[in-house]
């Protein structure tokens, strides 16, 4: 009998159960995270977007409109602190 036709040998101590585990390492590439202070081109173009939304909800008054405008208020006022 070739060596490659023997069979396995049984484990003396089968295990009755069988937990399987498994863990995931995940890295950035970075070591730490800076964010860094808006722009004054960014602060700008989010007035922009108020005014318009601001329009558009004088436009066409819907709670949606309203609400739009009222998210792009919230950023601005975000980007000033």
């Known amino acids: 009998m ?3 036709d023997v069979p396995a040998k049984p484990a003396k101590d089968d295990p ?5 585990s ?3 390492t995940i890295s ?21 977007v ?8 004088g436009f066409r008054p819907s709670p949606a409109t309203a609400a739009l405008a009222e998210r792009a208020r919230k950023l ?5 602190k």
């Open 22 to 24: 498994s863990y995931v």
């Open 76 to 80: 601005t006022k975000d980007l000033e």
């Open 16 to 20: 009755k159960v069988v937990h399987g």
């Open 28 to 48: 950035f590439p970075f070591s730490n995270i800076n964010m860094r202070q808006p722009v004054e081109e960014v602060r700008e173009l989010a007035a922009i």
């Open 2 to 4: 070739p060596k490659d």
């Open 50 to 57: 108020v005014a318009l939304s601001e329009e558009l909800a």
